[in-house]
C-alpha cells in the first residue's frame, strides 16, 4: 500500500500543494492503490518539503523522485508510449511551471500584502494566537529570502505581473485545444501542467495570478478537462 504524504486543504483547495495533486493524479491514473495522509508542518517531511510517499517501508521524497520510484514499480508505464522529443517537452514545460511560475504564484499569495491574512488564516490557523503571528511572520520571512534568492523577488510587482503573464501565454500556446498533450489521455506532464493551474484558478479569494489566469481560456478549459478525465480534482 502507497501512502502520499501531502497539505492539509486550505483556500479552497483539497489539495493544495500542485506538487501533490500532479502526483495523487499519477497515482490515480496508474490504478495504484494508495492512501493520502496530510502534515501542516513540511519541515516534518523528509527534505523538508511536500509530497513524500511511504512506498515499502521508504519515505520516497520530491514530487520527480516519486514519478521516478513509479515509473519503476509500473514497468515503464509512467513514460510509455512517449517519445524522447516528448519527454523532452514534458520536462522543459515541468521546469517552467515549477521553477518559475510556481514561484510567482507563491509570492502572489505570501507576499502580497492583501492575501497575507489569508495564509495566515490557512497555513498557520490552527496555532493558538500568539504563536501563530510569531511562526508565520518567520515563515513568511523565509519565504521572502527564498524569493529573492530566486531573483524573481528583486523585482518589482508589475514586472513579476509581466514573467507570470509571459508564462502563462506559452502554456496557453501549448496546450491542446482538445484532448491532452501527448496523446487521447492524460499523462504525467498534463498531471504537471493542470496541477499548477488548478491551484492558479482555483484558490479563494482570487490572487492577482488568478485575475490574470482566467484571462487564458484554453488553458483554463484544459485544466478543467485534466482534471475532469482523471478523476481528481484540486478544489473541494
Ligand atoms: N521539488 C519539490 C517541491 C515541493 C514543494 O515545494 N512543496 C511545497 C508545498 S507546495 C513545500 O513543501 N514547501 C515548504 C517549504 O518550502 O518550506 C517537489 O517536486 O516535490
Redesign the pocket.
Known amino acids: 500500500m502507497l501512502e502520499l504524504v501531502t497539505?492539509p486543504p486550505a483556500f479552497g483547495m483539497r489539495n493544495?500543494?500542485?506538487?501533490?495533486l500532479?502526483?495523487e493524479m499519477l497515482l490515480s491514473s496508474l490504478e495504484l492503490e494508495f492512501s493520502l495522509s496530510d502534515i501542516s508542518d513540511?519541515?516534518k517531511?523528509p527534505?523538508?518539503?511536500?509530497?513524500?510517499l511511504i512506498a515499502d517501508g521508504q519515505r520516497i521524497?520530491?514530487?520527480?523522485?516519486?514519478v521516478q520510484y513509479l515509473d519503476t514499480l509500473t514497468s515503464g508505464r509512467v513514460f510509455a508510449g512517449l517519445t524522447d522529443e516528448q519527454i523532452g517537452h514534458g520536462y522543459a514545460l515541468t521546469r517552467l511551471v515549477?521553477?518559475h511560475l510556481?514561484w510567482l504564484m507563491?509570492a502572489s499569495r505570501w507576499l502580497d500584502e492583501n492575501w497575507w491574512p489569508n495564509v495566515v488564516r490557512g497555513f498557520f490557523g490552527p496555532l493558538p494566537v500568539p504563536l501563530r503571528q510569531i511562526v508565520s511572520g518567520v515563515?513568511r520571512r523565509?519565504?521572502a529570502q527564498?524569493y529573492n534568492l530566486h531573483g524573481l523577488g528583486r523585482h518589482t510587482l508589475e514586472e513579476q505581473k509581466g514573467f507570470a503573464r509571459r508564462d502563462l501565454q506559452a502554456l496557453e500556446s501549448v496546450v491542446p485545444a482538445a484532448g491532452f498533450l501527448f496523446g487521447d489521455h492524460p499523462g504525467l506532464f498534463d498531471f504537471t501542467v493542470a496541477a499548477m493551474m488548478a491551484g492558479a484558478y482555483d484558490n479563494k479569494p482570487a490572487t492577482w495570478i488568478t485575475d490574470m489566469a482566467v484571462q487564458y481560456k484554453g488553458l483554463h478549459s484544459y485544466t478543467e478537462r485534466v482534471q475532469e478525465t482523471s478523476g481528481v480534482w484540486g478544489r473541494k
Do not use: H, N, Q, W
Not at 493544495?16 to 501533490?20: D, E, K, L
Not at 527534505?47 to 513524500?52: A, I, R
Open positions: 497539505l493544495v500543494s500542485p506538487f501533490c500532479k502526483i513540511p519541515r517531511a527534505k523538508g518539503k511536500l509530497p513524500f521524497a520530491d514530487s520527480e523522485l516519486i515549477e521553477d510556481y507563491v515563515a523565509r519565504m527564498t
